[in-house]
């Protein structure tokens, strides 16, 4: 069973950058999609990013499209997410999730994912 451990998250000015990673261990990352989703007080856990080991495909919501790009690690066994131009609006705590590949069901919706992490808190603030 696969573990995830998010690191990285911080206080940042707005437009600034910061850079998540999510650590893996017991399994190796490019068999599973790993997804990004990120949750504020009251809300939903909303998508981020996704991107599937076992073909490389990258999938983003619109709001982060041409500021965050995800990648994976494979020396480290971890993805990461590169978030550039921070808005105020992308305070949250940002978590990383997978599932096995092999059974790929989607990458969008919470349901998809079997493993989280615990969550990382991101704030963007002047």
């Known amino acids: 069973q696969v573990q995830l451990v998010e690191s990285g998250g911080g206080l940042v000015q707005p437009g600034g950058s910061l850079r998540l990673a999510c650590g893996a261990s017991?399994?190796?990352?490019?068999?599973?999609?790993v997804g990004w989703f990120r949750q504020t007080p009251g809300k939903e856990r909303e998508f981020v990013s996704a991107?599937?080991?076992?073909?490389?495909?990258?999938h983003y919501a619109d709001f982060v499209k041409g500021r965050f790009t995800i990648s994976s690690d494979s020396a480290k066994n971890s993805v990461n997410l590169q978030m550039n131009s921070l808005k105020p609006e992308d305070t949250a705590v940002y978590y990383c999730?997978?599932?096995?590949?092999?059974?790929?069901?989607?990458?969008?919706?919470?349901?998809?994912?079997?493993?989280w992490g615990q969550g990382t808190q991101v704030s963007v603030s002047s």
């Open positions: 999730a997978a599932s096995i590949d092999l059974y790929f069901r989607g990458f969008a919706a919470v349901a998809d994912y079997d493993y």
């Open positions: 017991g399994g190796t990352i490019s068999r599973y999609t």
């Open positions: 991107v599937r080991g076992s073909i490389g495909t990258l």
